[in-house]
């Protein structure tokens, strides 16, 4: 997919865990592991502000465009 | 999901008595064809043919019940829009055009079987509908269960 989500690197920087931000916005942690491995077809605006506010970021520190050549 | 669960029991005993009365069929066509072909007289040879393509009807028949009872099983867990369940509404189309196929021979030497080859023709059609209608559904499923 064009679009690449950067979860790990926010994480890390951070110093979060998978199942901390999971626990804390409410999702399960395969959710975020779906998420996380770039599997996710879709993000709701109301997961993508709370992982934002969680981690202190901006949407565009968490997604990244690729053009697929 | 309350309306399900009313109608998959009785479905599931639908499909365990027809392939009960399919199971009776295969003991008991000879005698059933001999009353319904005696309106109208038939050479030996017809005969055996009729009973010839109404015994391979019988296999395909056992085998669409075998889908349909795995799909109501199925949907009874809650597995309703996954990939198998496609699969085995496309088998139920082949079956219903498999089982046309067969009776032509039926119908060549025995014309009102026709009605009976036109039926299973259209019931295949309709049958690809649901399967193409349940293909989408199924997409659509695994989108939202892609949407974090």
Do not use: H
């Amino acid at each position: 997919m064009a679009i690449t989500v950067n979860l790990d690197v926010m994480l890390a920087k951070r110093k979060m865990s998978s199942l901390e931000l999971a626990n804390r916005i409410g999702l399960t942690q395969a959710n975020l592991s779906i998420l996380k491995t770039g599997k996710a077809k879709a993000i709701r605006f109301a997961t993508l502000e709370a992982i934002c506010r969680e981690l202190n970021c901006q949407p565009g520190d968490l997604l990244e465009f690729t053009p697929e050549n | 999901m309350k309306k399900t669960s009313i109608y998959i029991p009785f479905a599931l005993w639908a499909n365990r008595l027809v392939a009960l009365v399919t199971f009776a069929l295969i003991f008991f066509l000879p005698w059933i064809l001999a009353w319904y072909i005696g309106f109208r007289p038939l050479t030996d040879m017809d005969r055996t043919l009729v009973t010839a393509c109404f015994y391979c009807c019988v296999v395909v028949i056992l085998w669409a019940l075998w889908n349909v009872e795995r799909l109501l099983q199925s949907i009874r867990r809650g597995q309703v829009f996954i990939r198998e369940n496609v699969t085995r509404i496309r088998r139920l189309c082949y079956c219903c055009g498999g089982v046309g196929l067969i009776c032509i021979p039926a119908a060549v030497a025995y014309l009102p079987l026709i009605f009976l080859v036109i039926i299973m023709a259209f019931l295949c059609l309709m049958v690809s509908v649901v399967a193409s209608v349940m293909d989408a559904a199924v997409l659509l499923q695994e989108e939202n269960d892609l949407t974090v």
